[in-house]
């Protein structure tokens, strides 16, 4: 599942979140680093963040798993047609808010 050209590939829905967090071998496995596939930014650009930004894009995406916030799921929307390292940034400025 990639955030590709959304003319050729579906948006994503809560659904496709929610499956995703609910993956708790994908996360044991992978733990943050597991960020950079579900939102197809680079690896080295999630590794490169503080402890505190990794659990913030975490809870990103557990919020987006949760549904019922349509204008986050809009922004997201958005972001898909960027490129991978500005959709990056993008979505560290998205998580701010989830920051402990």
Excluded at 11 to 27: E, H, I, S, V, Y
Excluded at 34 to 43: A, I, Y
């Amino acid at each position: 599942m990639s955030m590709g050209d959304p003319k050729v590939e579906p948006l994503r829905t809560p659904t496709c979140f929610k499956d995703m967090f609910a993956q708790n071998g994908f996360w044991s496995s992978c733990g943050y680093d597991g960020l950079s596939f579900v939102f197809d930014v680079p690896l080295e650009a999630v590794r490169s963040l503080a402890e505190e930004q990794k659990h913030a894009l975490m809870c990103l995406l557990g919020r987006l798993a949760d549904g019922g916030d349509k204008a986050l799921e809009n922004q997201m929307g958005e972001l898909e047609t960027l490129t991978a390292r500005e959709r990056f940034t993008q979505l560290v400025k998205l998580s701010v808010r989830f920051s402990a």
